[in-house]
């Protein structure tokens, strides 16, 4: 018996292509300005969209001595003179439309440490970065369309929940009532803080076009650092035990204002296969300063130190994640939908990636040492991934992308595989002692440019007729009108709902101090039970008149309906009638002109009569 004859095993085939088309990842350059100290430069600016890398004089490329001056492609190229504004416009404000219109966006920047990546983030005094400004845009655009507080409720597995108005005010009773370690929301009427009140100032508003009128809007902040491959939460409150002191790594008591950290947290995938961090905190905002004095909370918290090569060096990388939740108002234009298909969730990414350095020139030691070995490993790990999608895009290979060696891939392996936009700006330190590091750097984007990500889906349209809210609106003016001429209620009375929720029974006390007590929680319970009973015969009220009204209407429309039909029959047989009378003068000017005629043949052969 012959043995079997061993096959060469193929070459996975190319996979089949997706329908969907496909933009590359937008990759910006950023030059920052040289320092007063630092004289050498090694970076040109030769157009728009290039740059020049100029070796300094202690570097030889070849062998012979001579130097090699390379010459680098971007989507655009932003000098040391470029403004704060100018590269929002060109950059972030295409992903604050896209999540305005339910699209997913990731925009991060990347390069060595001290240039200039979290002053493009962030900003500085007098001049905001990319994060206020993107927050400033959001709000201007759904400012007068906002929900209020606590209709939209996240919930555990990275969706969100519809709550009606009333639920969404006793929600807040609750949250009042009870403690929390989740944090408050700050009130943007509240003094700002010094440190960032100039850096959320921007003169120059932006607006979305396109806002969909007829729709509902709540804006959810988070805020996460990924530190030594661990993720934690930089908005989670860690309650303090008066009792037991907290003790550091040296066995010595925890003063108040050194910083406790958190508990890591993992990251799970929800029902749409998309990845998000666990447990992670999630704060409601309703404007520009409060969402931003959250981020400055979070902030004060992550990681810094100072290296040789930067005095606040980011030790982690950070993500600030901005979530839109809106969902349509229903067929009255009244009140939000509550059908969870209707709602629509996206999400704006912003990252500050902690810079690459070499140990040899911070001279780090230590915890700083295992603090730069963790962040080189995740950013070669972001390299790696992103060399093994360009493979498998322009070879038609397929290898599987390594997300899961980091945390950072894991996190972000949804919008690379087409879930939203991709935009990552390279920040540059011109100096010549960042010469191998900036081409590096320069590589990697070179080869980021080549990878493709496909576009994301629009959003189904909801069937309603557009135009709903400021017709309903009109509709409460006019009656608030004539409410008004018959001596009804104006302006400055309690709302139905404000006298509603005043009719219920105060909660009592639920404090209890002591073990056999009996009577505080029936008391709580009869309570709430009074609340429950008034607010279904009130809900069966408002049906009933709603009903009746709606009944109403109908009535109306039916009898509206049938005098348009009665007023088009009308006019279609005062257009036929018009017709026939038109058909008829015609008939008429035509035997008129044939009379004419005929009076005249008579005339000449009068005459030619008399002849004869």
């Not at 070849?62 to 010459?71: A, D, L, S, T």
């Not at 060595?112 to 709000?139: A, E, N, Q, W, Y």
Request: hydrophobic share 30%.
């Amino acid at each position: 018996m012959k043995a079997a004859r061993l096959q060469t095993p193929r070459r996975p085939g190319k996979k089949p292509s997706n329908n969907r088309p496909k933009d590359p990842v937008g990759v910006y350059c950023r030059v920052r300005p040289l320092t007063a100290g630092d004289d050498a430069c090694c970076v040109e600016v030769i157009s728009n969209t290039t740059i020049q890398l100029h070796p300094p004089d202690w570097i030889k490329v070849n062998r012979n001595g001579e130097f090699k001056e390379m010459q680098y492609s971007f989507k655009e190229v932003f000098g040391a003179y470029t403004t704060q504004k100018e590269l929002f416009n060109v950059v972030a404000q295409p992903l604050v439309e896209d999540l305005i219109h339910g699209k997913n966006g990731l925009l991060f920047t990347y390069g060595v440490t001290g240039s200039g990546k979290t002053h493009t983030m962030t900003g500085s005094p007098g001049d905001g970065g990319l994060l206020p400004r993107c927050l400033d845009m959001i709000f201007c655009s759904i400012g007068p369309f906002q929900a209020k507080r606590y209709v939209f409720k996240p919930d555990d597995k990275n969706a969100m929940e519809v709550q009606n108005e009333v639920d969404a005010l006793l929600e807040r009773q609750k949250r009042d009532c009870q403690p929390t370690a989740t944090p408050k929301a700050v009130s943007s009427r509240q003094r700002m803080d010094p440190e960032f009140a100039d850096m959320i100032t921007v003169p120059e508003h932006c607006k979305a076009e396109g806002v969909d009128e007829d729709s509902v809007y709540s804006l959810f902040v988070s805020y996460v650092e990924i530190y030594n491959n661990y993720l934690y939460d930089l908005l989670e409150e860690i309650p303090q035990d008066p009792i037991k002191p907290k003790w550091n790594s040296k066995a010595t008591p925890v003063r108040d204002v050194e910083f406790i950290a958190p508990q890591s947290k993992n990251l799970r995938e929800d029902s749409n296969h998309n990845m998000y961090v666990s447990g992670c905190t999630e704060v409601e905002v309703k404007s520009t300063e409060e969402a931003f004095e959250v981020f400055w909370k979070g902030q004060k918290k992550r990681r810094i130190a100072n290296t040789t090569l930067n005095r606040e060096s980011s030790r982690s990388h950070s993500v600030f994640i901005i979530k839109l939740a809106q969902a349509p108002l229903d067929a009255d234009g009244d009140n939000v939908l509550q059908a969870k298909d209707q709602t629509t969730v996206s999400q704006l990414s912003l990252v500050d990636l902690a810079g690459s350095e070499r140990t040899t020139r911070t001279r780090a030691e230590g915890s700083r040492l295992r603090e730069a070995g963790n962040i080189n490993q995740s950013l070669m790990t972001l390299r790696t991934c992103i060399e093994v999608l360009r493979e498998n895009q322009m070879y038609g290979t397929n290898k599987m992308v390594p997300y899961r060696d980091s945390k950072l891939t894991h996190l972000f392996k949804n919008y690379f595989d087409g879930e939203g936009k991709v935009r990552m700006i390279v920040c540059v330190n011109p100096k010549a002692d960042d010469y191998e590091e900036t081409l590096l750097v320069m590589r990697f984007a070179e080869m980021t440019q080549e990878v493709e990500v496909a576009r994301p889906i629009d959003r189904p349209i909801c069937g309603f007729t557009p135009g709903r809210r400021y017709r309903n609106q009109a509709f409460k003016e006019e009656l608030t009108r004539k409410l008004e001429l018959r001596g009804g209620p104006i302006d400055g009375d309690p709302t139905f709902t404000e006298l509603f929720l005043q009719s219920f029974a105060p909660l009592p006390s639920v404090e209890i101090t002591d073990a056999s007590d009996e009577h505080t929680l029936p008391r709580l319970i009869e309570c709430l039970e009074q609340r429950q009973r008034a607010r279904h015969l009130a809900t069966e009220e408002v049906k009933k008149s709603v009903n009746a009204l709606r009944g109403m209407l109908q009535d109306w429309d039916n009898n509206f309906s049938v005098k348009e039909n009665y007023i088009q029959d009308q006019t279609e047989k005062m257009v036929e009638k018009d017709r026939i009378i038109n058909g008829q003068k015609s008939e008429a000017d035509r035997l008129e002109k044939k009379i004419r005629t005929l009076e005249y043949k008579i005339e000449i052969l009068q005459k030619n009569s008399k002849y004869l």
